[in-house]
């Protein structure tokens, strides 16, 4: 009979999800596609993470919590669309120059042409992430290439796909 692993806490998982030093699977086709598309070139493209550095995932799972957290128990498509514009205020603030607000203001205005609804300090929240991707997460360089959310369960897990400029 095999025993159970315990389950890992969220700081045993963050230790956990820094990629040692190995070989990597080769990105798919289709990948590599969606990587030059974003200006990722291939050999900046590795799957399962870049040695040393924490997943993408648990990244944006951190820094996104202002944005996520009030979702807890939502649906799955808003948790999903909640992804997707966390990755424009990532990818915005990375690439960028301009001040938190105007991030903000772009960011608004892309929304707004999708007809996605905004809800009141949007705005705030938004500067806020900003600042937090400029400042906390200055030193990770990295594009968000795309993001999925998929139900387990009682669990809900979130895949992010990212690349090296």
């Known amino acids: 009979m095999t025993r159970r692993q315990p389950r890992l806490t969220k700081r045993e998982r963050r230790a956990d999800a820094v990629r040692p030093p190995g070989p990597f699977p080769q990105p798919s086709d289709r990948l590599l596609e969606l990587a030059a598309r974003h200006g990722v ?22 820094w996104a919590e202002p944005l996520l957290q009030p979702l807890e128990g939502a649906s799955l498509g808003s ?32 929304l707004g042409g999708v007809g996605a609804p905004i809800p ?22 990295r594009m968000v290439l795309r993001v999925e959310a998929e139900d387990f369960g009682d669990d809900r897990r979130m895949r992010v796909v990212s690349g090296l400029p």
Do not use: K
């Not at 291939?42 to 799972?61: D, F, K, Q, R, Y």
């Not at 999903?80 to 915005?92: F, G, K, P, T």
């Open 79 to 110: 948790f999903r669309s909640a992804l997707s514009v966390a990755m424009l205020i990532w990818n915005e603030a990375t690439g960028h120059e301009g001040t938190a607000t105007e991030v903000a203001a772009g960011v608004l205005e892309v």
């Open 120 to 141: 009141p300090g949007m705005d705030a929240l938004i500067e806020h992430l900003v600042e937090s991707r400029r400042t906390t997460y200055a030193s990770d360089t």
């Open 41 to 62: 070139a291939s050999e900046n493209l590795h799957l399962g993470g870049i040695p040393g550095m924490a997943t993408m995932s648990e990244v944006i799972a951190e």
